[in-house]
């Protein structure tokens, strides 16, 4: 789930995370369904945490060949720690709410 949560903050910014996943936001959703998928094996995590993995397998096969990806030319690594610190404390802050919330 951190690496989730890093991809997540990274896809709003300009960095080489970013450039080298080309789609973060999408890579980041597939990922936290099939973990939720996995940890919850019921009739209703299949419908919802499947649904959200078709979803993003279908935007990034859709983004990719229309050719939709970040095309800027000077990544900035400064990018890539605020993604890692703020994906780190949104981890942190899920686990300490997770419970309560769900």
Do not use: C, Q
């Amino acid at each position: 789930m951190p690496i989730v949560l890093i991809l997540m903050v990274a896809s709003h910014l300009k960095g080489y995370i970013k450039k080298k996943a080309k789609h973060p936001m999408m890579v980041g959703v597939l990922l936290w369904s099939v973990v939720h998928l996995i940890a919850n094996g019921d009739r209703a995590a299949l419908y919802l945490f499947g649904a959200f993995a078709l979803f993003s397998v279908y935007s990034i096969v859709s983004s990719t060949r229309r050719g939709l990806a970040p095309t800027y030319e000077s990544p900035n690594r400064t990018h890539d720690f605020i993604a890692i610190g703020a994906g780190g404390v949104l981890f942190a802050g899920i686990l300490w709410g997770h419970g309560f919330l769900t």
